[in-house]
Each structure stands twice: as structure tokens, then as C-alpha cells.
């Protein structure tokens, strides 16, 4: 007889036999009870039993086969769950007499030293993180804290709009994009920018669909063509801080730098084709994606603009590492604004958080502004101070805006130096807008009244604006600097939108009429050197001409700027060469700017050198500080052979213009004819500018002619 057939017949004698045995095992042993097995038919669990115990040893199964025929009342499954039982009940006796013949180790006595030990390890840790955290700078770091969900536009949308809306909506910056719509344009262009940056692959060809879901900053599109990072990657720098604090850093490998030098050559060069053809051979490379989404945007563009800047984000989450993610959501980590790599994501994340206010996507907004914020947030280098504010008060965070003022951040900069009022006290009045949003009456009322007589001349400028009559507490004071009048309209332009309720404005006049005349010479001066210059950076990057007006222009029109990297800091870290020349190359040619000559070739791409024996003011060899006649036809000479090199031939009082402004007093002429420059205002000819064709002519001859604007396209040069 076989064992399977010998454990078949053990299953039936089981099953006429359970019910007597496990009533009689029941009564024997109380900790282990046995259910009732069914009579009708043999267990599943019983046959998945009999198959396991196929893959026993054979001379096992023989065994218990013939114990089984030599013992047919007894159940082998039965006798073994009693030899367990039994040997359970055996160890328990024995450690219970082990207990009773040892006092002093029960149960209650270990519970207690255990408990005894816990408590001592808690007290050890607690007293360890008094000694290495900072309770305020972890309030700083829980509250700057990002939550990368809130970072994808498209959940808010969805949550604004429902699912079905957002699925269907056909812009870009959603979960889906454009489709295959195409928009039709008045401007003839050479390239498409849609056409030509969309990603031309075969449906399941582009990026995974995990690389896409899985990027903390952005949700990744379907359409996007398929390429790499390009060799940008990140490494961590240095070994975290006692608070668990990390800095990191983006780097560019070989042929990163190199591209990345070839962008800079097409930037000098002011030619936007070039720039997207070489975006479209590199898709993911974060300058060009930078600067192509600023054409895009200056042609009206502000969809495909928006999914440029998405593209950036998207390619430094792919770039991120493991560490950057997890020190995010605990808001610790930190980047080196010094490093140009770094400094990119930035440019990119303010430029998109401007794009998404535009959308109204307010969370999303200051989701992404905390995440500016938390990268430096000692220096600040975007200024993100003076625009979470509103921010804050648009997505219904009131009381996380309280509790950050409220924080050793806000704290930091409402630091006074030299009694200078602080220029964040202009950004107060949000607080109290953030009190009565939350219906809390007395800190509303107690935070607006000491906003009042902080910065009176905020208050009586926006009533102005609100077309409220000022009360006499606060009628009639002004800005009394330049910074007083740039931090009061910068402030009224974004908020003045959330005043203008009734409930707003009634408060706003109960607070003014309640407080005494405001005297202005007891209220610190908010002094200019208040405009620093991250303020003037986003100034800058505003681009509101009136705020524009008002900030120093020693820090606004600086040498080194440009649009893809807006008012460097004066500190660099360079990581190569590449680097440095961009942005200190003019003081590394010895100071050129002094050198009119040098200043006309960076000008003019292609202007012949200078010949080594022209003199040029201010170095070796020129007494007088004028022309003679011999550098005067000289110049001419090299006049003539820019305008061969250019090819369009330039007309000649083009470059004659430039060289008298740049060589300044005398204003000769270089025309042999003339004996002295008698021009006026009146007299004066146009100045000749390239035409769509590109050609030369006078501007007044171009004067009322009707020109496309997409024929002219803006240089992308530096402002140097």
C-alpha cells in the first residue's frame, strides 16, 4: 500500500473519530482548544497537509503508516498536537518553579526594571537633543518643510476644478498638456517654438512612465521627448550638521561644460534660432530651457513658456538623489547660492512660481516659494520674503504665515542695524490680514495698530489707492527715501486686491481713527542700503518699470548680468573655467571697459583686433588725452574693415556715432571734410538700424512703416 493511499485511509478514521477526541483534548488542555472538524467531507486544509508531507522522507512516511495501521484508534495529528501540548505544559511548570525558586525576578520586577531602563534611555536622548538642537531653528526648518504633492500644479487643479475637468484641459503646466493642438500665430517665425520643441516620438517611445511619476519637484509629461539629464547630476557637500541639516550641490560634467559653453557663444550671438536648435538636439539641457522659455514668453507664449520652466524642474528632480528628497520634506536642505549650477534652479523655480500665479494656482505657488526659501533661507537670495507674504494670505495659510513671522526667521529680519527701520515691517500688515481672516479680533486689531505706526506712509497710500479718506492719524505722510517708496508700492501693488472688501476696509478705517497722529521723527528711516541686492534682483525680475525706477542703478545695470543669471552675487564659487569667464571675463582682460576699442569688438561680433600701433587714451605712449590725425584715420580705417566683416555694410554714421560717444569730449568727426563736429538735436541723423531682412537703414526712414514683430527678434545678449 502506497502513503498517499495509507494517509487517505488515516484522514477517514480522523474523521469519525474527531469528535470524541478533541472533546476529550479540550478537557485535558485549556490553552490550546481544537475546533470541531466537519463530518461530511475530509478538510482542504487536511489534503493541502498531505501534500506537503509528500516532500517528507519516505522512511518517515513509512513510519508513520505503520504506526497508523498498528494503532488505528489513534490519530497521528491528534497524538502529535497532545506530545506538544504536554511538552508546552511541561516547559511552563518548569519555568514557573523556576520563578517561584528564585524571589525577586517575577514578572512585576522585570516589568519594572524594564520600564526603569526605558525611562533612563529617554532621559539620555532628551538631554542629547538639548545639547545638539536648536528648538527655534527646528520650528524654522518643520515650517519650511515641503510636501512634494503639493509641489504638482495638476493636484490643485484637480482639487479646484475636479478630474474630469483637468484630464480634458488642454494647457500646458497640467497633468496632460497640449495634445495635438496647434495654435495659430500672427508672427512669422522661422521655427515653430510649439512645433519644434514637442516631443516627435512614437506613443510609448518617450520617457518611462516611471521616470515621470517619480520626480519629487514635477510631474512628468508623456510628450516630452526622450533624452538624459545631459550630465548633470548632484553629490552632497560636507557631512551634515549637528541639527541634521545637509548642503548639497548640482554638478556638470565634461560634455555639460562643454554644451554649456557652446550656449553661452549662441547667447553673444543674439540669434534665438540657434538657441532652439540646439534645445531641440538637447531637451533637457537647464540654460537653454531657461532661455528659450523667456523668448517664448516675450512672444506671448505663456503656456509654452510655463512647460519649459516644468521641463528644467523636472530634469533637477531627475538630477536629485535620495538624500535631497528626504531632507526636503524635513526642510534641511541647503544649497550654496555662490555655485552658477546651483543658482539655475533658482531662476527656474521663481520664473515657473510667477507662472503659476498667473494660472492662480496660489497653493502650488507658495509651495514652490517655500521651497526657495528653505535652500538659503538666512540669506534669501531671491528675496522670497517679500512675496510669500501675499502668497500665503491667497492660498489660506494664515496661520502657518503667522507662525513663520512668528519664527526666528521672521525674527532675523525684523533686526534693526544703526536704528534703521527694517524694510520686512512693510509686509506686516498681511499679519493682520492673516489675524482677521481667522476671526481672531484682538491680535488683528493690536497687529494692524503697530503696523500704523510703523509705517504710517504704507497705510496712507493705500487708502489712497482704495479711494478711502485718510484720517488725520496718518493723512498727509510720505515716504521720506527711496527705499520708503519702493517697499510701500511694491506692497500695494500685490495686496491691494485683498484689502478692497468691506470687512477689510471698515477695519482698516476703525484701526486709523483709533490711533493718535503718527509723528514722523520719532519712526526710524528705513535707509536705502535696505535695497540690497536680492532686493534689487527681484526688482529686476518683476520687471516692473516704475519699482525698476527706483532701485540704485549701481546694482542694476551691472556688467556681469544677464538673463540667465540675473545679477550675479559678488562672491562666485567656480566649478570650471567656463564659468569664470562668463561672468569675470571683462575684468580679466585688464580692465577693459577703459578701452573703448575693446568695448566696440564686444559690440560688434567680429570687429577686426586693434593694430598694435594705435595709441588708445590712458595707456603707454598718449600724453595729450586727444586724437592726432594719424589715430583718427586709423579708426576710420578700422571703421571701413568692421563694415566688410559684418557683410550688411553698416552705414557709416552707424559706427562713426559709437566711436564718438565711446571716445566722448571732442566728438570729432571722422569725416576728412568737416573740420569740427557742428551737429545739434535738430540736425542730428537717425540712427540706422537692421531691418527684418537684414539690411541697414536710417530709423527715420523706417518711421510709420508697418513691421511684424516676429521680423525683429530681441537680443538675448548680456546687458553689459
Aim: charge should be negative.
Amino acid at each position: 500500500m502506497s502513503s498517499r493511499q495509507l494517509r487517505k485511509l488515516q484522514q477517514q478514521r480522523e474523521l469519525q473519530q474527531a469528535p470524541a477526541k478533541l472533546q476529550a483534548e479540550e478537557e485535558d488542555s485549556e490553552d490550546e482548544p481544537v475546533a470541531n472538524a466537519p463530518t461530511a467531507k475530509p478538510s482542504l486544509f487536511a489534503n493541502l497537509a498531505a501534500f506537503e508531507d509528500e516532500a517528507r522522507d519516505v522512511d518517515d512516511d513509512e513510519n508513520q503508516s505503520q504506526q497508523a495501521l498498528s494503532e488505528p484508534e489513534a490519530s497521528p495529528a491528534l497524538i502529535s498536537k497532545a506530545k506538544k501540548t504536554k511538552k508546552k505544559k511541561k516547559a511552563k511548570t518548569k519555568t514557573n518553579k523556576a520563578v517561584e525558586e528564585k524571589p525577586g525576578n517575577g514578572a512585576d520586577e522585570i516589568d519594572a526594571a524594564l520600564r526603569e531602563l526605558n525611562v533612563k534611555d529617554a532621559s539620555n536622548h532628551s538631554a542629547l537633543a538639548q545639547t545638539t538642537l536648536d528648538p527655534e531653528y527646528e520650528r524654522v526648518c518643520h515650517l519650511l518643510g515641503i510636501n512634494s504633492y503639493n509641489l504638482k500644479v495638476g493636484n490643485e487643479m484637480r482639487n479646484l476644478f475636479g478630474r474630469t475637468a483637468v484630464d480634458n484641459h488642454d494647457d500646458a503646466g497640467g497633468p496632460v498638456g497640449r495634445g495635438a493642438r496647434r495654435r495659430q500665430r500672427g508672427q512669422n517665425q522661422q521655427v515653430d517654438l510649439e512645433t519644434a520643441l514637442k516631443g516627435r516620438h512614437a506613443p510609448g517611445k518617450g520617457l518611462s512612465e516611471l521616470t515621470l511619476r517619480r520626480n519629487n519637484l514635477i510631474q512628468g509629461k508623456e510628450e516630452w521627448p526622450r533624452g538624459t539629464t545631459g550630465g548633470l547630476t548632484m553629490a552632497v557637500t560636507g557631512a551634515p550638521t549637528d541639527s541634521g541639516t545637509q548642503e548639497f550641490k548640482y554638478e556638470h560634467d565634461s560634455n555639460y561644460q562643454r554644451l554649456q559653453q557652446e550656449f553661452q557663444a549662441y547667447v553673444e550671438m543674439g540669434d534665438p534660432q540657434l538657441l532652439i536648435g540646439l534645445l531641440i538636439q538637447n531637451p533637457y539641457h537647464i540654460s537653454l530651457l531657461i532661455q528659450v522659455s523667456k523668448i517664448a514668453k516675450d512672444q506671448g507664449d505663456h503656456a509654452l513658456s510655463s512647460d519649459l520652466l516644468e521641463r528644467a524642474l523636472f530634469t533637477f528632480g531627475r538630477a536629485a538623489i535620495s538624500a535631497f528628497n528626504t531632507k526636503l520634506s524635513q526642510g534641511k536642505v541647503r544649497l550654496d547660492f555662490a555655485r552658477p549650477e546651483n543658482r539655475e534652479l533658482w531662476l527656474a523655480g521663481y520664473q515657473y512660481t510667477k507662472s503659476l500665479v498667473m494660472k492662480g494656482t496660489y497653493g502650488t505657488a507658495l509651495e514652490w516659494t517655500k521651497f526657495l526659501l528653505t535652500l538659503q533661507p538666512d540669506l534669501d537670495p531671491y528675496c522670497t520674503r517679500l512675496m510669500i507674504h501675499h502668497l500665503g494670505l491667497r492660498a489660506h495659510e494664515f496661520q502657518w504665515l503667522l507662525d513663520l513671522y512668528d519664527s526666528q526667521w521672521g525674527r532675523k529680519w525684523r533686526e534693526a542695524d544703526d536704528g534703521h527701520n527694517p524694510a520686512i515691517y512693510h509686509t506686516s500688515p498681511s499679519l493682520a490680514f492673516a489675524a482677521l481672516q481667522l476671526r481672531d479680533g484682538p491680535k488683528c486689531r493690536k497687529l494692524l495698530s503697530d503696523s500704523m505706526n510703523k509705517v504710517p506712509w504704507l497705510f496712507f497710500r493705500l487708502f489712497k489707492e482704495l479711494d478711502l479718506d485718510a484720517p488725520p492719524s496718518i493723512w498727509g505722510l510720505e515716504p521720506r527715501t527711496d527705499a520708503e517708496t519702493l517697499f510701500t508700492e511694491l506692497y500695494v501693488v500685490q495686496t491691494k486686491d485683498l484689502w478692497n472688501s468691506p470687512e477689510a476696509t471698515a477695519l482698516l478705517m476703525e484701526i486709523a481713527h483709533t490711533i493718535p497722529k503718527v509723528d514722523l521723527s520719532k519712526i526710524p528711516i528705513v535707509s536705502n542700503s535696505e535695497m540690497t541686492l536680492d532686493v534689487v534682483r527681484f526688482i529686476y525680475l518683476d520687471n516692473s518699470p516704475a519699482l525698476m525706477a527706483m532701485a540704485p542703478s549701481n546694482l542694476l545695470h551691472r556688467s556681469n548680468n544677464s538673463d540667465a543669471d540675473p545679477l550675479p552675487p559678488d562672491h562666485n564659487v567656480y566649478s570650471y573655467d567656463t564659468q569664470r569667464t562668463q561672468l569675470e571675463g571683462s575684468r580679466s582682460m585688464g580692465g577693459d571697459y577703459n578701452n573703448p576699442l575693446a568695448a566696440l569688438r564686444r559690440l560688434l561680433p567680429g570687429f577686426p583686433a586693434r593694430p598694435n600701433h594705435l595709441e588708445i587714451p590712458g595707456q603707454a605712449g598718449e600724453d595729450d588725452g586727444g586724437y592726432n590725425d594719424g589715430a583718427d584715420r586709423e579708426l576710420e580705417d578700422m571703421m571701413d574693415e568692421a563694415r566688410e566683416v559684418l557683410g550688411n555694410s553698416p552705414p557709416r554714421g552707424f559706427l562713426q556715432r559709437i566711436l564718438t560717444s565711446m571716445f566722448g569730449g571732442g566728438g570729432n568727426d571722422l569725416d576728412e571734410d568737416t573740420e569740427e563736429a557742428t551737429d545739434t538735436d535738430d540736425d542730428m541723423p537717425g540712427l540706422e538700424i537692421m531691418d527684418g531682412e537684414g539690411d541697414w537703414q536710417d530709423e527715420t526712414a523706417s518711421e510709420g512703416s508697418d513691421m511684424e514683430s516676429g521680423d525683429q527678434m530681441p537680443a538675448l545678449a548680456p546687458d553689459n
